[in-house]
């Protein structure tokens, strides 16, 4: 994972990290933008994890959990995701995008309040009120799904 922003605050004590200001995160084919990123992370000297970053104390550090506010986007192949604020629970692998979310997959849209999305079972659910739908004849990925679960045409 690879983070830039224009400030960075290591707090050592309550094991957090709040990235300001132009943020954006690179991990694999994903890419996340927003104003504010704050990383919580736990030591954890069995499995290797997160180095530390100069200055403050070394150690392997293991991320528990990543918080992204503020005009959040998400980016994978051809799938954009918008919203307010994101969370992305690294225990669990589920990611969690809510506030007016919007997500495209080529002209298909999809609106809503609360998407989640389990990264390890590819299952995506959007709820809490109302949810819009717009798709175009001859989708492939209706939005909010995994880029490339195409569903089969019998």
Known sequence: MKIQAATLEVREKDKMATFSGDVHVFNG???LKCKSLIVFYEEDPKQPGMK???PGPGGEKQIKRIEAKGGVT???KEQNAFGENATFNMREN???LTGNVVVTT???VLRGQRLVVDLTSGVSRMDQGRVE???SSGSRNPPGSPP???PEKK
């Open 29 to 31: 084919d994903t890419e």
């Open 106 to 108: 080529g002209k298909d």
């Open 52 to 54: 530390a970053a100069e």
């Open 94 to 96: 589920v990611v969690t």
């Open 148 to 150: 490339g679960n195409t």
């Open 133 to 135: 739908g717009l798709f």
């Open 74 to 76: 998400v980016v994978q």
